[in-house]
């Protein structure tokens, strides 16, 4: 009788795992994904305005932040030598 009600129990007690796992996992994934998300916007808006849009105050009026190459000329001899 005890053995019969083990084997009922076990029966019962693998899906019911799973079904708790499956639970606790989406649920788990689902607020990391909203919580990890949610903080790095918060964070990009506080601190990004200030590092990722700021404009060199030597060229204000310029609307790019590539700087001119120097020491590259249109001379064959040099060419040969850049590439």
Do not use: C
């Not at 708790?20 to 949610?38: A, C, D, K, T």
């Not at 700021?54 to 009026?61: D, G, K, V």
């Amino acid at each position: 009788m005890l053995r019969r009600l083990f084997e009922r129990l076990k029966r019962i007690q693998r899906p019911l795992i799973l079904i708790v796992q499956r639970v606790i996992l989406q649920s788990s994934l689902f607020f990391l994904y909203y919580l990890g998300f949610g903080l790095s916007r918060a964070f990009m808006t506080v601190f990004a305005r200030r590092t990722l849009y700021h404009r060199p105050r030597s060229r204000p009026s310029r609307e790019t932040y590539w700087r001119e190459a120097e020491g590259y000329d249109l001379d064959p001899n040099r060419l040969i030598r850049q590439s």
